[in-house]
């Protein structure tokens, strides 16, 4: 059973290493893993597939930045002739990226077999690129493995055939258990002189928040504030870095003393960055879910998620990106108000086993 495994850019490795390893397990399994080479540098890349232990690439697209149309073409354009010449009997795409879509598309089309890992999640928002690329990947999707209810019920209501939907857990969960201990032992918080409990993280990338200067604006008015009491640490991601590049906004950030820029993280150092901090700021989704297994307060800078469950059960809370409405909700963090978070179901390092498994039945037609 070969099957051809995409990742292309960072989320996707924390949720394609585990699966790989999961593998392993069946000697049935014949996995070939695919880089689309959507994200390339070595710190949005290289650095997770030497942490996570995830095996070379068989093959790397190499296509890199570019507009949506552009990059989700270029890729559908180097996949069709892999595909063509591997003849998989199924193509494995993770989260809602559009190496997701790209990837997903051009099997379907080859008449192979396409498997969605985290499907069903929905923000309900259109304007979100992630929204579009989930929605359309789950609608061409022939098995649909799911992190939590929500997202179960939103490809029932959607009409995706029950025989196709298991609520199998996280994968991005999985690699967070497993990396824990390592990610213990980094040295992050000397580095940059900080104690257990002393600080904020924070992450932004999302197009709303930081490809319109107005709304980028209104986030710093509360990150000012909040940076003079609790020092904030900022992995900052290549699309946010671009923007403040030499931008009013840019001089802005620089004015603020304890608004720590620093480059993006590795998976461990952040992981430990993430488990030390007082609270954690994001607009990112996995991170909504890996400060819920951490028990970590995260305030969500957006006006919706696709995760619910990290905030009906988790350490999340969605306060959107208005200022007082930010501040207040740190506030209440800071005073400790807020209940002890709680491990959704079956978040517990094992949904890669589940999805190995469940793969081997379904597809092993030939027995
Ligand atoms: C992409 C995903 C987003 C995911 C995010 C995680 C889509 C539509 N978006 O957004 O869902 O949350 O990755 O990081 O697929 N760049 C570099 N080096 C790199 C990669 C990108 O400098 O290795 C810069 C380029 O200037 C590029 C920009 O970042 O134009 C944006 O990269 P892109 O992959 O288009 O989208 P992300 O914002 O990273």
Redesign the pocket.
Known sequence: MKIVNVAG???NFMKIAPLMAAFEAYPRIEPLLVHTG????GR??GLFFSQLGIPEPDINLGVG?AGHAA?TAGIMKAFEPVLLERRPDAVLVVG???STIACGLVAVKLGIKLIHVEAGLRSFDRAM??EI?RVLTDAISDLLFCTEQSAVNNLRREGIAEEKIFLVGNVMIDTLRRNRAKADESKILQELHLSPGGYAVLTL?RPSNVDDPAALARLLDALETIQKELPIIFPI???TR?NLAGSPLGKRVKTMANLRMIAPAGYLDFLKLMSQARLVLTD?GGIQEETTILQVPCLTLRENTERPVTAELGSNRIVGTDPGRILAAYRDTMEGRGRKPQTPPLWDGHAAERIAGILVENLGSDG
């Open positions: 850019a960072r989320p959507q994200h390339y540098d949005m890349s930045s990059q809602d990226v559009n690129p992630e690329n990338h991601h290549p699309r671009k990112s």
